[in-house]
Nanobody, 126 residues
Framework: QLQLVESGGGLVQPGGSLRLSCTAS????????IGWFRQAPGKEREEVSC????????YYVDSVKGRFTTSRDNARNTVYLQLNNLKPEDTAVYYC???????????????????WGQGTQVTVSS
């Protein structure tokens, strides 16, 4: 079965850090751009970031710029999302998904249907 599995979430105080992992199972993700998304209680799922297939281009939504960093390790079949200086408004379930990429190697936060993982909960609270 082809799936993405997120891990690394948890409870952290404001200003703290977490590193989320998105690991592919049943396939290699070296040929896929990967996006991160999140969904807070009572809100719609929103984009967070993405990384291109070759790892050379990343995108971040304005609310996380300078605090979150995404990277990939194809040898480990894993994409990471480093979350620093966390704020209470970052509380959400975080998901990764295979996303589309342009012909100029830019990732887009447009997920392919059926590519979602199960998510990992991030809670920022004192």
């Amino acid at each position: 079965q082809l799936q993405l599995v997120e891990s690394g979430g948890g409870l952290v105080q404001p200003g703290g850090s977490l590193r989320l992992s998105c690991t592919a199972s049943g396939f290699t993700l070296e040929h896929d751009a990967i996006g991160w998304f999140r969904q807070a209680p009572g809100k719609e799922r929103e984009e967070v970031s993405c990384v291109s297939i070759n790892g050379g281009q990343t995108y971040y939504v304005d609310s996380v710029k300078g605090r979150f960093t995404t990277s990939r390790d194809n040898a480990r079949n894993t994409v990471y999302l480093q979350l620093n200086n966390l704020k209470p408004e970052d509380t959400a379930v975080y998901y990764c998904a295979r996303v589309r990429e342009t012909v100029t190697d830019m990732c887009l936060t447009i997920p392919y249907a059926g590519s979602w993982g199960q998510g990992t909960q991030v809670t920022v609270s004192s």
